[in-house]
């Protein structure tokens, strides 16, 4: 299990290895073309929000962590259909990605 750090302002959030590999190319596409855009996901179980929601900006600081330190096989489609998604809806929701 992966984690994603924003801004150091709350825990982490804590995604697969696999599933963040992909963010990790969504994500950095996104904001090397200085493309922000809100991301969205459910929280664990000890938080009090039922959904929580940032604005991904590439002037935040952003840390990936993976616990596997081999990174698995990318699958250009899904990256296509999860840029797709999130062109559509403005907003990536870690819950109901393609």
Excluded: C
Excluded at 19 to 32: E, F, M
Excluded at 36 to 56: H, N, V
Excluded at 58 to 83: G, H, Q, T, W, Y
């Amino acid at each position: 299990m992966g984690r994603l750090e924003y801004n150091s302002s709350r825990p982490p959030i804590e995604v697969d290895d696999e599933t963040l590999a992909y963010l990790k190319i969504v994500i950095g596409t996104k904001l090397r073309r200085q493309e922000s855009f809100m991301m969205t996901w459910l929280p664990d179980e000890k938080s009090a929000a039922g959904r929580l929601t940032i604005w991904m900006h590439a002037s935040i600081p952003l840390i990936l962590a993976f616990d596997n330190p081999v990174m698995p096989r990318i699958d250009p489609k899904r990256i296509e259909r999860m840029m797709e998604h999130l062109s559509r809806r403005g907003e990536l929701v870690l819950d109901q990605l393609p």
